[in-house]
Every structure is written in structure tokens, then in C-alpha cells.
């Protein structure tokens, strides 16, 4: 199989899952085109059929070594190395609500708890998750709207 | 963590009224998780082992975690490149492959990390948030809980060409994370008033167990259920995953099967995941072929089965790194 077919066969999926990683356009991009250059310098010895793992193995692969430089090269910096605690049970009914909220998608949920819990702008949701910001403040606005159904607030 | 921002409008402000205290107790509880990139990566198993076995664990024991990675899944399954930057890409990867010179074509970590650093750090988000994704992959038991002795596997640079894989020190295992309890529309609007739904007042004490997390007691119960409601998406879906979670991951498929057969839109990503999941950790052949669909599809677990693909598949045969 030539080259070109097996990157038009498998680029998107290879892309998406960089970009799951980094959310970065431009290094998911980059991710990418490393791992078919790595394909393209193997074509010989690479079965097709291990295609799209063997692609995707290369992303992740160089995804854990760029985390390895960040770490030396910022000498363990906040980002890095966050105590992670274990979160406590949900402690209240708004929590419970986002979490288990009927009617309510995961996408919904994340709306809510980047917005309202973690303080982001709708552009800054927008760019971290690849939704439009249409598509953010309508997720916004319908959970807003279940919110009010379920709390009784804002009613009039 | 940040404090709520003065943008939020008026309809914010109104639906939001009153909740204040409560969304400063939420910030505070969440305030030392993971951020977000972290959980990104985790959840693509692209962290080192360390690190990515302390997120892991988080993400199994934080039910917020799993509820931003599980949108942030759902978000992304629509991402792509469109057909100008795909050329583009595949235009670039083409001029610097030309020159067949290993070390003119080796990729440039010094070029990449400058990019990826502010990725990382990212902005102001670094020291507050936290969060992230879906689905984390390892070698672990039925619980997804990872083996004792069992270490995230890769960590380090492809064999060299030509060099098979190392065999896996024990059979990988998808490692899946706990689903949360929600109900399909038709469930929730069966005759009209939920307090008076028999089918819902039947399906608590299931639900209770699951919740519980005693999944024998789940597995009994909802296997009562589906006994008498065959076609509910709601009973064959957790029936199948209690099943998962108690260690029967051969008995969980025939349950998920029939979950994918009433062809629910709601729960179909979960389904078609877990039961990808099932089949692998029983050893089926087809479960390949599943999550490779599901990486090329659109589902909010793509991303979380193109990283089961990356463990379960040999390990590129690459020359070492310069």
C-alpha cells in the first residue's frame, strides 16, 4: 500500500487522538506529522494491518517524552507535579446535580463546571474543548435551564 | 481555581442566584485535583509511568474527574482536520521525508517544544484547575484497578527497527472506568410522573447496588430485570457493565450485545465502548476491529480507544531516538 493512501486512510484518527492529547492544533499537528514521517522512513518493515496502532503508539510514545523535557527542563514545576488528592464525596446537592443532573450530557456537565466551577470565559471553553461558542453558550443555556427546573432559582 | 468571572450574563446571574456558597465549596474540594492537561494526557495514557499512575487513580476514584473527561471526549469526537490542512500536512511530511538522510528527517523535539510548553503550562489555568478525560487505559484488573506489579507499559522509545516488541509481561487489559448512573429519555418519561414509574421504582435497588459498588447484588438484580423488560437500554446496558465490573467480562458481552441490538442513540457510544472493553478483556478477536472503528469514528470514546489500541497492539519498531 502506497503511503499517501495509508495517510489518508488513518490521518484523522491519528490527528484527533494528538489533539485529545495536547487540545494544541498546531502541536497536534505536529504529533502527527511525526508519526507519519516515522511511518513513511519504516514503510518496509510495517505490517499495514498494525496501522492504526503503530501510528498512534508513535503519538503517545513522543506525547510521554515531551512530558518527560517539561518536567526536567521546569525542575518539576506546579504543573507538573500537583498533590493529587482524592476528590471528596460530592458534599452538596448543587455538586450532586452536576453530576448526576437527568437530562444532562457529558458535554453539558463539562459546560457547567468549566464556566461556573473553574472560572473559564466562554472563548476560553471554547478553546480548550473544540466546541463553537455557540455550541458552548447553548450547552450553557440548557443546563442552566434543567438547573432552574431542578433547584426552583430563578423562577420569576 | 478561579473565582466566578464578572462576565456571566444576565440569565447566568439569575439561574445561578443563591448557588454561590455552594459553587465556592465545589472550587474548594476540587482545588488540588489534577489540571486538565493532566487528565488530558492520562486519559491517552501519554504520561510518564509515575505520573500517569497517580492520575490514574485519581480518575477512578474522582467521579468529577470522570464527568470532565467524559465531555470532554464527547466535545472532541467531532474534531478533524479539514481537507486544506490535511493536504498541507501531508505536503509537509512529504518535504521532510525526501531527504532520505536519517538525520535530516529525524523529527525535531527542539522545534516541537517550544510549542508544547505552553500547552502544558497551560496560562493562567496551571495553578487552578484541574481535570479531564475519559477513559484510561492500562493492565489492570476488572475494577480498573491496575494489576499489583503490573507498570503502565511504554514509558520509553520504540524498539529499534527490526526488533520485535517485547511480549507484554502479563495480557493487557482495557481498563475501563465505573459509568455513572443516568437514565434513558424513555425511562425517565415512562408514564408520564417519574414518582409513579413502576419501572423506575423496580430499577432503584439495581441502581442502589451498582451505586453501592455491590456489583454482586447489581448483577443479580439486574439480571431479574431483564428478565422482565428485555428491551430497556437502561437494564441491558448496566447490566452488562455490573457484570464488567464483577469480574465476568465473558458474561457481560451477551448483555451488551443486546444493549447495541435495541439501538439506543443515547447510550449507543457507551455501549459500543464497553462492549469493545468486554470483548477485549475476554480475549475475543473482535474487539480489535471494534475499537479500531471507534477511533475512526466519532464516538466520545475515540480517543480513549485509539490509547487501548495503543496497548494492545505491538509496540512500533523504531529506531532509538538521537
Not at chain 1, 471528596?88 to 443532573?101: D, K, N, T, V
Not at chain 2, 442566584?17 to 489534577?34: K, M, Q, S, T
Not at chain 2, 491496575?146 to 495480557?171: D, I, K, R, V
Not at chain 2, 429519555?185 to 451505586?211: H, K, Q, V
Request: hydrophobic share 40%.
Amino acid at each position: 500500500m502506497e503511503f499517501e493512501s495509508l495517510y489518508r486512510e488513518h490521518v484523522q484518527a491519528v490527528y484527533r487522538f494528538a489533539l485529545s492529547i495536547t487540545r494544541r492544533k498546531d502541536v497536534a499537528e505536529d504529533l502527527t506529522s511525526e508519526a507519519f514521517l516515522a511511518l513513511n522512513r519504516e514503510m518496509a518493515s510495517i505490517d499495514p494491518s498494525q496501522l492504526p496502532a503503530w501510528l498512534l503508539t508513535v503519538v503517545r510514545n513522543r506525547a510521554r517524552n515531551l512530558w518527560r523535557h517539561q518536567r526536567v527542563e521546569e525542575r518539576y514545576a506546579i504543573e507538573s507535579t500537583p498533590p493529587v488528592t482524592r476528590s471528596a464525596p460530592p458534599a452538596s446537592a448543587l455538586e450532586e446535580w452536576i453530576l448526576e443532573g437527568a437530562g444532562l450530557k457529558p458535554v453539558h456537565r463539562m459546560c457547567v463546571m468549566l464556566r461556573y466551577v473553574y472560572g473559564m470565559t466562554r472563548a476560553e471553553i471554547s478553546a480548550e474543548t473544540g466546541l463553537t461558542d455557540i455550541q458552548v453558550k447553548g450547552h450553557l443555556q440548557y443546563a442552566l435551564s434543567l438547573l432552574r427546573k431542578a433547584h426552583g432559582v430563578g423562577q420569576g | 481555581m478561579s473565582q466566578p468571572r464578572d462576565d456571566w450574563d444576565d440569565e447566568e446571574r439569575d439561574a445561578l442566584d443563591g448557588l454561590e456558597g455552594e459553587l465556592a465549596g465545589i472550587r474548594r474540594r476540587h482545588a488540588d485535583d489534577p489540571s486538565l492537561a493532566l487528565l488530558r494526557a492520562a486519559a491517552a495514557d501519554a504520561l510518564p509511568p509515575d505520573e500517569q499512575a497517580r492520575v490514574t487513580r485519581h480518575l477512578q476514584d474522582s467521579a468529577w474527574s470522570r464527568a470532565l473527561v467524559d465531555g470532554l471526549g464527547e466535545a472532541g469526537a467531532n474534531d478533524r482536520l479539514d481537507a486544506d490542512s490535511e493536504q498541507r500536512l501531508f505536503e509537509r511530511i512529504m518535504r521532510e521525508a525526501r531527504p532520505a538522510a536519517p538525520e535530516r528527517v529525524a523529527p525535531r523535539p527542539a522545534a516541537l517544544r517550544p510549542r508544547w510548553r505552553p500547552a502544558m503550562t497551560f496560562g493562567g489555568l496551571a495553578v487552578a484547575a484541574t481535570l479531564l478525560i475519559a477513559v484510561v487505559i492500562s493492565r489492570s484488573g476488572p475494577d480498573a484497578t491496575p494489576a499489583p506489579g503490573a507498570a503502565p507499559s511504554g514509558g520509553g522509545e520504540p524498539a529499534a527497527a527490526g526488533t520485535p516488541a517485547p511480549a507484554p509481561s502479563a495480557p493487557v487489559r482495557i481498563a475501563f472506568i465505573k459509568p455513572e448512573v443516568r437514565l434513558s429519555p424513555s425511562a425517565l418519561t415512562w408514564r408520564g410522573d417519574p414518582s409513579a414509574n413502576p419501572f423506575l421504582r423496580e430499577l432503584a435497588p439495581a441502581f442502589d447496588a451498582y451505586r453501592a459498588g455491590d456489583y454482586g447484588r447489581a448483577v443479580a438484580a439486574f439480571d431479574r430485570l431483564a428478565t422482565v423488560y428485555p428491551d430497556s437500554i437502561d437494564v441491558r446496558f448496566y447490566q452488562g457493565v455490573s457484570r464488567m465490573l464483577a469480574g465476568d467480562e465473558a458474561g457481560a458481552i451477551a448483555p451488551l450485545e443486546a444493549a447495541a441490538r435495541l439501538g439506543d442513540a443515547t447510550f449507543a457510544d457507551d455501549v459500543s465502548w464497553f462492549l469493545a472493553v468486554a470483548q477485549q478483556r475476554s480475549g475475543r478477536p473482535d474487539a480489535r476491529g471494534r475499537l479500531v472503528e471507534l477511533c475512526r469514528g466519532r464516538s466520545r470514546h475515540a480517543a480513549a480507544a485509539c490509547a487501548a489500541l495503543t496497548q494492545i497492539d505491538p509496540a512500533p519498531a523504531l529506531p532509538p531516538r538521537r
